[in-house]
Every structure is written in C-alpha cells, then in structure tokens.
C-alpha cells in the first residue's frame, strides 16, 4: 500500500524583514502558509508530515509561536518528524523541548543520524541542528536498513548553493548516495528543487512556503511523496500567495511630476495587495523635475503589500556635464556609473565645487 509524506521546511515564523515595508502582514501570511501545508497533508490523507528544519526563528518566537504550531501538529494527528535547523536549532530552552509537545511529533534532537521505521521497507532517517555547527552529516553516514531510505536533513547542496547563501551542514548528491540514502528530504534553501540522477531523484528542497529575500529562485511550496513498491514519486505542491518583486522604472527625459508617477503606475500595473515591491527609479530627468519619494509611495502604493522606493534619478543636465572632455564631466560621469547610494549628493558637491560655489547646509 503506498505511503504519502507531505515535506516542509524554511517556514520562518516569526523572522523579520528588512528589504521592505509590512512586515507584519507578511509574518501572518507565513502562519497562513503553514496552516494551508497542514490542510494539504490532511487533504492527501499523508501518513506523515516531515519538517526540513527552519521552522520559526529561535531569537523571536516565544509561547504564542509554540501554541500555533503545536496546534497545527495536534491538528494534523499523524506523525510530524522534525529535523531542526540552524535558525531553531534544538536546545534545552527551545519550543522543541517544551513539556505540552504533541505526543506524535517527533524532533530529531541530535546531530547525529537516528532512524524511524515507517513501514516494513521504508525507514526515516533525521539529522538535527543543534547551537553548535554540525559538520557534514553525510561524511561517514551509513544507511542500511532494507526497502526505501529517506533521510531528513537541513544542509546546504554544496554543488546548487545560491550565490550570496550561508552554508550549513554541507553535502553533496554524491554523498547522499554513498551513504545509502534513497532520496535526501531538506531545507535551508528558499527556492524548491528537485536533483535527479540515473537511479531517480536524490534530493529535494520544498522551498519557503512563502518567499523570504527579494531574488529567490525556484518553488515556494511543499512537496507531497508517494513511496509505493520502492519508488518514490514526487509532487510540487505551490503554497505562496505572496510576491517580492523588483522593478526598474526608467524616468528619463520625464518632464514633470505627473510623468513620474504615470510611469511608476504603469510598471506596477498588475501588482496588488500581496506583492510587496522594491523599485529603482532612474535615469536622467529633466532638471527641477521632483521625484518625491513620500507622495509617488502615497499615490501608487496603496493597493500594495508595500511599495519602496530607491531613487537613483539624476537631472538631465549631469547627464550633460557628464560627457564634457574635462575633469569635471570624468568625475561626474564615473559617478553617475557608481551604485553608491550617496553618489547623488556627491553630484552636487562635484558640480558645484568645479563652479566655484559654496556648499550651502
């Protein structure tokens, strides 16, 4: 008879985001995230739901935060197996460790491979963070219970790792297949995956339920497995209702204000009230033209998550200077070309300073 296991990971509940505005709103849509992965394993009839680490932030979430989650397990009633992460890794004063647990979820609690048998030829394998970093856990692993091995782990795919990404508990496809595993459920990445070699897939990353950082690649889901005659099958289930879009708004040559912002409103046409939207204003601007970053928010953020925006704008006539045949216009122009955010002002003292003005407060 197949068994189906719903897999979750890099839920975040509780995390705080710095790129933009809304932060609460997008803290409840994360909790909403989680309820809806909790309703797909009921809905599929999952025998278990597995938590590839990562799921609330250690530093942040308190007795609120436990309540939500374990009400969610209890909800669910069927196994939980959680392999913890390094934003809550398993400590003695963690949510983990509380007293009102639910009886039938399960934490890999040590940085150590443990293993759950969930049916006469399928075995669960967990790897637990804990404060200290854990190494490879794969190194010198050695799976060997007979029928299908799934091991949960939160880790880093060392050879697929996003440009910018902390590593943690490092591995490779090829380590997971010398230690015997069938397939590596994991978390620590934001954007789903599924790695295949000749034998089926290897490893797989859920991705965040809803998106984190702005530049995410990949899915933002769970996945749902059907383990059936030694096969797995794997589903990609999408779960995010949110979006983090980055848009560039060209305003060059715009001649007055109500240009600027018909030309904001036209980028942002399809955008609504989930997305939460970073946009760079530039180009040359027509000089007194006011790219003011108060009224454009007022004006065309109001049906958005959150609307924030980087002014990288110049007046047309830097662009002019800039292609002078002297010292003033390599200046100006090595700045216009710089993504410094105080390139800006430096315009002005430049320009000014070639001029012979005083630099008024």
Same mark, same amino acid.
């Given at each position: 008879?197949?068994?189906?296991?719903?897999?979750?990971?890099?839920?975040?509940?509780?995390?705080?985001?710095?790129?933009?505005?809304?932060?609460?709103?997008?803290?409840?849509?994360?909790?909403?995230?989680?309820?809806?992965?909790? =309703?797909? %394993?009921?809905?599929?009839?999952?025998?278990?739901?597995?938590?590839?680490?990562?799921?609330?932030?250690?530093?942040?979430?308190?007795?609120?935060?436990?309540?939500?989650?374990?009400?969610?397990?209890?909800?669910?009633?069927?196994?939980?197996?959680?392999?913890?992460?390094?934003?809550? $890794?398993?400590?003695?004063?963690?949510?983990?460790?509380?007293?009102?647990? +639910?009886?039938? #979820?399960?934490?890999?609690?040590?940085? %150590?491979?443990?293993?759950? +048998?969930?049916?006469?030829?399928?075995?669960?394998?967990?790897?637990?963070?804990?404060?200290?970093?854990?190494?490879? $856990?794969?190194?010198? /692993?050695?799976?060997?219970?007979?029928?299908?091995?799934?091991?949960?782990?939160?880790?880093?795919?060392? =050879?697929?790792?996003?440009?910018?990404?902390?590593?943690?508990?490092?591995?490779?496809?090829?380590?997971?297949?010398?230690?015997?595993?069938?397939?590596?459920?994991?978390?620590?990445?934001?954007?789903?995956?599924?790695?295949?070699?000749?034998?089926? $897939?290897?490893?797989?990353?859920?991705?965040?339920?809803? $998106?984190?950082?702005?530049?995410? @690649?990949?899915?933002?889901?769970?996945?749902?497995?059907?383990?059936?005659?030694?096969?797995?099958?794997?589903?990609? #289930?999408?779960?995010?209702?949110?979006?983090?879009?980055?848009?560039?708004? /060209?305003? =060059?040559? /715009?001649?007055?204000?109500?240009?600027?912002?018909?030309?904001?409103?036209?980028?942002?046409?399809?955008?609504?009230?989930?997305?939460?939207?970073?946009?760079?204003?530039?180009?040359?601007?027509?000089?007194?033209? @006011?790219? =003011?970053?108060?009224?454009?928010?007022e004006r065309c953020g109001a049906g958005l998550g959150a609307l924030d925006l980087i002014d990288r704008t110049v007046p047309a006539d830097y662009a002019a200077l800039a292609r002078e045949a002297n010292v003033r216009g390599r200046a100006i122009a090595e700045l216009l070309a710089t993504d410094d955010p105080d390139a800006a002002r430096a315009l002005g003292f430049v320009a000014s300073a070639f001029d012979g003005r005083e630099i008024v407060a």
């Amino acid at each position: 008879m197949p068994t189906t296991i719903v897999h979750t990971a890099d839920l975040h509940l509780e995390t705080v985001f710095p790129e933009v505005r809304g932060g609460s709103a997008r803290r409840e849509a994360l909790a909403a995230a989680f309820e809806r992965i909790v =309703d797909l %394993a009921l809905a599929r009839h999952a025998d278990a739901l597995t938590v590839g680490g990562d799921l609330y932030e250690a530093e942040r979430a308190g007795p609120a935060t436990a309540r939500r989650i374990f009400t969610a397990f209890a909800r669910f009633g069927k196994p939980v197996f959680v392999a913890p992460g390094n934003h809550d $890794p398993f400590a003695s004063r963690s949510l983990y460790a509380r007293d009102d647990r +639910p009886a039938n #979820v399960h934490v890999f609690a040590d940085a %150590a491979w443990s293993a759950v +048998p969930l049916g006469e030829m399928l075995t669960l394998y967990g790897f637990g963070h804990t404060p200290a970093e854990p190494g490879r $856990p794969f190194a010198h /692993a050695s799976f060997d219970r007979p029928g299908v091995r799934i091991a949960l782990v939160h880790g880093s795919d060392e =050879d697929r790792c996003p440009p910018g990404k902390r590593t943690t508990a490092p591995f490779t496809a090829a380590e997971v297949r010398a230690a015997g595993a069938t397939l590596a459920l994991a978390g620590h990445y934001h954007g789903g995956s599924i790695v295949s070699d000749a034998a089926g $897939p290897v490893l797989a990353y859920p991705g965040s339920p809803e $998106p984190i950082k702005f530049g995410e @690649r990949g899915e933002h889901g769970a996945l749902v497995l059907t383990v059936h005659d030694g096969r797995i099958a794997i589903e990609t #289930v999408p779960i995010a209702r949110t979006r983090l879009i980055d848009l560039d708004v /060209a305003l =060059d040559a /715009a001649t007055d204000e109500g240009a600027v912002i018909a030309r904001l409103e036209h980028a942002l046409h399809g955008c609504g009230a989930h997305d939460y939207v970073r946009a760079t204003l530039h180009g040359a601007v027509e000089a007194g033209t @006011r790219v =003011d970053r108060a009224l454009l928010g007022e004006r065309c953020g109001a049906g958005l998550g959150a609307l924030d925006l980087i002014d990288r704008t110049v007046p047309a006539d830097y662009a002019a200077l800039a292609r002078e045949a002297n010292v003033r216009g390599r200046a100006i122009a090595e700045l216009l070309a710089t993504d410094d955010p105080d390139a800006a002002r430096a315009l002005g003292f430049v320009a000014s300073a070639f001029d012979g003005r005083e630099i008024v407060a």
